[in-house]
């Protein structure tokens, strides 16, 4: 198994430019959504990449996090992910939340643990959700859940991304374009009572975000590439 990675690593990193060189950039918008079930969320924030927007919901008094992730997958593509990084801020270890369309029409959400490079686990994940449904439209995917968050946590890493074919029901690689490298941010969930950083302190934090994407990047693909390959 080992030693099939590299191969495995540029394969993958083939067929991610291919794919990206298809990928039409969309334009989902906040202000606009309505959902079909009726559900409403007390906050909203359009995502900085991939035209991805989440709305939510903190409940702080049981540490609640209830969410509707929003994205339209590359093009060709079939599934889209949301996930939270409870100890780092790349892929690997990432807890990710998943709406695939199968070839039928049918929409699944399901969970993955994200646990190395090498291997995507479908399984629970390691904080409670509940409430986990999917639903397509034609032109956006969305998933529906509620989660457990760590008490008093006052900020999230959210990773998210938008993939490519689902075969069978398993996801296959999204496209590594720039805006797939870059999408993850913080969710904050409670203000800080200090005062605001300075605009510098974002430029501060600019290596180590980067450092962040590639492996998040890498992770996504290899993890991708098992499920696919496997
Ligand atoms: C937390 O509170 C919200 C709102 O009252 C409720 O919908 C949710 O089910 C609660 N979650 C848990 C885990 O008790
Ligand atoms: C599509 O396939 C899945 C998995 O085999 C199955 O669970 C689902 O019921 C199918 N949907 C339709 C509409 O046939
Ligand atoms: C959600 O929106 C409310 C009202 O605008 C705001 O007071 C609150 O700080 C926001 N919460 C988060 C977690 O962004």
């Not at 093009?75 to 695939?100: F, K």
Request: proline fraction near 5%; aromatic fraction near 6%; glycine fraction near 6%.
């Amino acid at each position: 198994m080992a030693a099939s990675a590299a191969t495995r690593v540029s394969l993958l990193l083939g067929l991610a430019v291919l794919s990206a060189l298809a990928s039409p950039s969309h334009s989902l918008d906040c202000a606009s959504q309505k959902f079909s079930n009726k559900k409403v969320f007390s906050n909203c924030s359009d995502l900085p990449k991939l035209g991805a927007r989440l709305h939510y919901t903190y409940d702080a008094s049981n540490s609640s996090l209830s969410i509707a992730f929003t994205a339209a997958p590359a093009a060709g593509g079939a599934w889209v992910a949301y996930a939270i990084n409870p100890t780092s801020t790349g892929m690997v270890g990432s807890q990710a939340l998943m709406a695939l369309k199968l070839a039928n029409g049918s929409v699944f959400a399901k969970t993955y643990n994200i646990m190395g490079y090498h291997s995507i686990v479908e399984s629970k994940l390691s904080f409670e959700v509940w409430d986990l449904t999917a639903e397509a439209s034609n032109d956006a995917m969305t998933i529906f859940a509620s989660l457990k968050v760590p008490e008093k946590a006052t900020s999230l890493n959210q990773v998210w991304q938008v993939g490519g074919a689902v075969i069978g029901n398993r996801p296959s690689i999204h496209p590594l374009e720039t805006e797939n490298r870059a999408s993850m941010s913080q969710l904050t969930l409670a203000a800080s009572s200090s005062p605001a950083p300075a605009p510098s302190g974002h430029s501060a934090a600019v290596p180590a975000f980067q450092r962040g994407s590639l492996a998040a990047v890498l992770g996504l693909a290899l993890l991708v590439g098992s499920a696919i390959l496997s």
